[in-house]
RNA sequence: GGGGUUGUAGCUCAAUUGGUUAGAGCAUCGGACUGUCGAUCCGAAGGUUGCGGGUUCGAGUCCCGUCAACCUCGCCA
């Protein structure tokens, strides 16, 4: 084999003159009846290859040949290009290796697609031959920050006494949170393991055997309908420390986001990140994980609503959570009653907002002052107007949009069309970067459905010490020692200071209606764990995909993923799931119904 | 489970109100060409319009169903 002494993207004017030998894909070939030329493609680079026709004509003819994504090696020698001849487009364009001896080592059918393609390509043909779209400089652009991420992330976890630790991935189905994927048993008939939703139990487990402190960069898997930045099964990188309190796990992480940011990027991110309550910024953003890069504030306006003579909010304004609020977006005076109703109102309707209450501030004939200019400004008064403009403060040219309807709905209408905003009107910046810890949740809220209190975080996230006295009383009014780390409003990770007494645990399942049966029959395992001697503790957990697709730029988390699955969980490369043989199921112990027509 | 978008040549797209033989660029194949680098020039081949029904004299286009991918609500402790 013609074994590579160089890669494709190193050489250059300084290695003129040295026998060099390239191994790689055929990128394009260029035959001129006479000359051929060759861009030989690898991860690294392209190089141009020449074939002269005064060289050996059994390798002229070979090298004619060629086709794209062939692999060949070529032993050669490389030359300076004449002048004029240089490609300042490629990074070896000032040199080409003047070929000596060709061996192809594969040919290639003509690819699907074409590799670095000037036109998109459809993204199902490139899940279905990833193979290929692998080779596109898109994709190993993406490859390299990953790994470059992931190897800064242990770096810096090993540099403050992190070991690294597999946990199983056969565990233990717990009914809690995310469905779970389930494995049958062979040897146990009947029963399942199930796939990790998190290692959050073992790694517990690893600091009451006296690890210290743990890393794991780790598959989890829920079986859940994916999104755009969701995957059924996505990577995490799990922390876990004892002996800390809470700023000790937030300073560790935050220096090792800081770290990726600069070794990724060269961007400096101020340390220490911000942070913000939870309440404020539902109050301010509607959404726990607020978008930093631009104001256009929420503002609950529900008192002046209600003051009104606008049916809609002094009715919403009374009903017991009835909440009106807005934004007011800078500049959006020029849009039209369509643009409103079409692009916003349908909008917020998604998020189940009845409406979208507009008022244009434009400038008063008369003066020099705002004025609010709306189908439903007759039922406000002017001083009623006054206000609204100065809760908002809004100036002329800017659109003031509200929703009036139960908290809930508010909130979360107002988040999404606050981040629409800011895209659409370009205050969102793709390279500025806004990290905020949010913290002080509410360890537990209220399920309405099921009529009974839900761990907002998990069950193993203890409360605010000063809190404690309200489990009992108020359970709703207790903050957790939980955090979660936000960027330009994504979740990039969280986690918690954890419960490490078996009594206080026991009071959090109770309250949480786990009783003690349930809390055994699932839990019991780690209670017992707690009881042995468990030191104070808590961790954190990285979306490693959504920090890749960060650093790269990306809205697709497919795309900072190998090999990922499409959104019905399905792996069009191997056509994972498959049905499986009978003599399989059998010795799991497993007969497939077949649903009737009415499941 | 709900809402939406898309599906036409290998790829990216076009095709007027339902109307002749479904087109173009790129890729592919053949030929020409000794300096190109998105090579160029000449030529050729390439179609179950996702799939199944229906309406119609006539369907890529309209209707019904279905499949897939994507976006999204719910869901994701």
């Not at 594969?106 to 699907?112: G, S, V, Y």
């Not at 590799?115 to 990833?130: H, Q």
Request: hydrophobic share 40%; net charge negative; aromatic share 8%.
């Amino acid at each position: 084999m013609l074994k590579r002494t160089v890669n494709c993207g190193e050489l250059r004017s300084e290695h003129e003159g040295q026998e060099v030998v390239l191994n790689g894909w055929v990128q394009s070939y260029r035959d001129h009846g006479g000359v051929v030329f060759i861009d030989l493609r690898d991860r690294y680079g392209l190089t141009q290859v020449v074939f002269d026709p005064s060289g050996d004509a059994a390798m002229h003819h070979l090298a004619r040949a060629l086709r794209t994504e062939w692999v060949i090696g070529v032993k050669g020698k490389v030359r300076h290009r004449a002048e004029g001849m240089e490609n300042p487009k490629m990074v070896t364009g000032t040199i080409e290796v003047e070929a000596l001896q060709l061996e192809v080592f594969n040919k290639a059918l003509t690819p699907p697609f074409e590799i670095d393609s000037t036109e998109p390509v459809n993204e199902e043909l490139r899940l279905r031959y990833r193979y290929i779209d692998l080779r596109c400089k898109y994709m190993q652009r993406i490859m390299d920050v990953r790994n470059k991420a992931t190897n800064i992330i242990r770096q810096h976890h090993q540099d403050h006494g992190f070991y690294e630790i597999e946990t199983p991935i056969l565990g233990k189905s717990t009914p809690e949170g995310a469905r779970d994927f389930l494995v049958p048993s062979r040897l146990a008939a009947g029963s399942f393991y199930a796939l990790p939703q998190s290692p959050q139990l073992f790694k517990q487990m690893l600091m009451v055997g006296g690890m210290d402190r743990y890393l794991q960069i780790v598959k989890c898997f829920r079986d859940e309908d994916a999104r755009a930045d969701r995957q059924v099964e996505f990577t995490q990188v799990d922390v876990e420390m004892s002996f800390i309190e809470m700023d000790d796990i937030i300073s560790v992480t935050e220096e090792g986001f800081a770290k990726v940011w600069k070794g990724v990027l060269g961007v400096d991110i101020p340390l220490p990140i911000p942070r913000m309550s939870y309440a404020d910024a539902i109050r301010d953003y509607g959404i726990d994980r607020p978008d930093m890069r631009f104001e256009m504030l929420l503002k609950d306006v529900t008192d002046i609503a209600g003051a009104s003579d606008f049916k809609v909010f002094t009715s919403v304004a009374k009903s017991p959570n009835g909440m009106v609020k807005g934004l007011c977006a800078p500049g959006a005076g020029t849009y039209s009653r369509s643009d409103i109703e079409k692009g916003l109102t349908d909008f917020v309707g998604g998020y189940g907002a009845k409406g979208l209450a507009w008022f244009k501030v434009t400038k008063a004939e008369d003066s020099d002052q705002a004025q609010l200019t709306s189908s439903i400004a007759k039922f406000f008064s002017d001083e009623q107007k006054a206000e609204l403009i100065e809760r908002f403060g809004a100036n002329i040219g800017d659109l003031i949009l509200m929703v009036a309807s139960d908290a809930d709905t508010v909130n979360k209408s107002l988040a999404a069309l606050r981040c629409k905003l800011g895209s659409d009107l370009g205050l969102a910046k793709q390279d500025d970067w806004r990290f905020v810890w949010v913290v002080d949740f509410p360890m537990v809220e209220f399920n309405t459905d099921e009529n009974r209190w839900d761990s907002l975080h998990h069950p193993f996230t203890a409360p605010v010490p000063e809190d404690i006295p309200l489990l009992d009383s108020d359970p709703g009014k207790v903050r957790s020692l939980a955090y979660d780390i936000v960027l330009n409003g994504n979740e990039m990770g969280g986690g918690s200071v954890r419960i490490h007494q078996p009594e206080l645990q026991a009071k959090v399942f109770d309250i949480l209606g786990i009783t003690k049966e349930m809390a055994q029959e699932r839990f019991g395992f780690f209670v017992k764990a707690l009881s042995y001697g468990a030191p104070p503790h808590g961790g954190i957990a990285w979306g490693l995909d959504r920090c890749v697709m960060m650093l790269c730029g990306i809205d697709n988390i497919r795309d900072a993923i190998a090999f990922p699955k499409t959104q019905r969980g399905q792996c069009l490369l191997t056509e994972a799931p498959n049905v499986v043989d009978e003599s399989q199921l059998e010795e799991l112990h497993i007969e497939i119904r077949r649903e009737g027509p009415e499941d």
